[in-house]
């Protein structure tokens, strides 16, 4: 089965700095890649994500590459601020359709911390 | 708000207890899921269910029996628990199976 390795696991910056979270993923067949953002007593929110016939996707200050051959994505966030800070998760998820279900394999998750 | 409600927020339950977590959505969706959110460790995927079928069984212990009555609703009844069940419960629903999922808050779940 897929195993998704999500690093760091705790990454603290100053406000304004840019974050990078990296992700390996070990199944070739995987093509959608997540990332969530959760907050304290909250449950996990999707911020971005991408498919593997992209490399490179952008939303405001966030961005996604995946580089398919290597089998490793990441997640960029510039110009961080306070409310940035939350732990975020990586997930990857084969081709699936109709009523077979993709299961989505979670990275172990960063936590990111903003400094003022 | 997501659209996705879980109660209780907070369950504090003894190993003999038998208990219920309920998860809500009135987003139209299809499918709906159980987490585990542990400390340390990634989301581990519970159960799946699409259009009230159950699709996905992930290889969980039988004290853990969800139930979806209909589209909008997924319970999950727990009896016989051991303390490292305890976790952050989550559940999620999705438009279709394969589509974004939205998560709701969680159960956190302390088993004494």
């Known amino acids: 089965g897929e195993n998704v390795e999500q690093h760091p696991s705790t990454l603290s910056v100053q406000e304004g700095d840019s974050a990078v979270i990296k992700c390996t993923y070990s199944?070739?067949?995987?093509?959608?890649f997540p990332w969530y953002k959760q907050e304290l007593g909250k449950g996990p929110q999707l911020i971005i994500d991408i498919r593997s016939n992209v490399g490179e996707k952008k939303d405001q200050r966030i961005a996604v590459t995946l580089n398919k051959t290597a089998k490793h994505f990441s997640l960029h966030i510039t110009e961080t601020q306070p409310e940035d800070s939350a732990v975020y998760f990586c997930?990857?998820?084969?081709?699936?359709?109709?009523?077979?279900?993709?299961?989505?394999?979670f990275g172990q998750g960063t936590i990111l911390t903003v400094h003022p | 708000e997501t659209g996705v409600t879980q109660t209780p927020r907070h369950l504090v339950m003894g190993m003999t207890n038998k208990k219920s977590l309920k998860c809500e959505q009135h987003l139209g969706h299809n499918a709906m899921y159980w987490y585990k959110q542990s400390a340390k460790k990634p989301l581990e995927l519970m159960f799946v269910y699409s259009l009230e079928e159950r699709v996905e069984n992930n290889s969980v212990p039988s004290r853990f029996s969800p139930e979806c009555p209909n589209s909008s609703h997924l319970f999950l009844h727990l009896h016989t628990l051991q303390p490292e069940d305890s976790a952050l419960y989550l559940c999620?629903?999705?438009?279709?199976?394969?589509?974004?999922?939205?998560f709701g808050q969680g159960t956190r779940l302390t088993v004494v």
């Open positions: 199944d070739s067949a995987s093509n959608y």
């Open positions: 997930a990857a998820r084969p081709n699936a359709g109709g009523t077979s279900y993709g299961k989505l394999t």
């Open positions: 999620a629903s999705s438009a279709q199976l394969n589509t974004e999922a939205f």
